[in-house]
């Protein structure tokens, strides 16, 4: 069974603080996105990694995608109120059926 | 991107009776997924409907208990049958903007609660 595994599961921290959420797994997949969902709606994808190694920056958010394509990791830089949400990795398998594993979760909290 | 609404968002229901939820999609897409979500935690696929074909899905969950259909490049229902308190969840559809882009937008999702 592949498995994404998350951490931390809970964060609550200030406004103005960083933090990095850690995507582990001991299987490759071929890609690994990284979503936000806030409360009664659906998940909205932040960026795609594809290569090892890569790294991707949208704004305050830095994404990186392990070299073995193994892990990944979101770093955001001085976090604010907006960034409050439930952050989701998933990880695309291709070998045998195509299909997305989704993380455990990570819950960040901001508080202003 | 692609622009998804469910219908309903929220129901309650007895136990033994069944729900339809409806997904509709404002492009033609090949790849739409059904999903389960515990609030707060994480998401379960349920199973990945391609158009014209039977939905695959995934251990732990058969067609008898959650029948999909996909008449269409645009709209997807799955139906929970047979209903128990446990069935109580957030069910979400998705969509894969394009084969192999390995970006998925997701719809508002559907809260169900059974009592």
């Known amino acids: 069974t592949q498995l994404l595994e998350q951490s931390p599961q809970f964060l609550s921290i200030q406004e103005g603080e960083n933090l990095t959420v850690y995507c582990n797994s001991s299987s490759v997949f071929s890609s690994l996105q990284w979503y936000r969902q806030e409360p009664g709606e659906g998940p909205v994808l932040l960026v795609t990694v594809v290569t090892g190694g890569e790294v991707k920056k949208l704004k305050r958010l830095t994404f990186q995608f392990g070299d073995a394509r193994k892990d990944s990791s979101l770093h955001i830089t001085a976090a604010q109120p907006g960034d409050t949400g439930l952050y989701l990795c998933a990880g695309v398998t291709t070998s045998g059926t195509y299909k997305y594993i989704f993380g455990t979760g990570t819950r960040l909290k901001v508080l202003a | 991107s692609a622009v998804i609404s469910q219908k309903p968002s929220r129901d309650i229901c007895q136990r033994g009776t069944s729900l339809t939820i409806q997904c509709q999609v404002d492009?033609?897409?090949?790849?739409m997924f059904w999903y389960r979500q515990q609030p707060g935690q994480s998401l379960t696929l349920i199973a990945t409907a391609n158009q014209g074909s039977e939905a695959t899905y995934e251990s732990g969950f058969v067609i008898d208990k959650f029948p999909i259909s996909r008449p269409n490049l645009t709209f997807s229902t799955l139906t929970v049958s047979n209903m128990s308190p446990e069935d109580s969840s957030i069910y979400l559809c998705?969509?894969?903007?394009?084969?192999?882009?390995?970006?998925?937008?997701f719809g508002p999702g559907t809260r169900l609660t059974v009592t």
């Open positions: 998705s969509v894969e903007a394009g084969q192999g882009t390995y970006e998925q937008y």
């Open positions: 492009s033609q897409v090949t790849m």
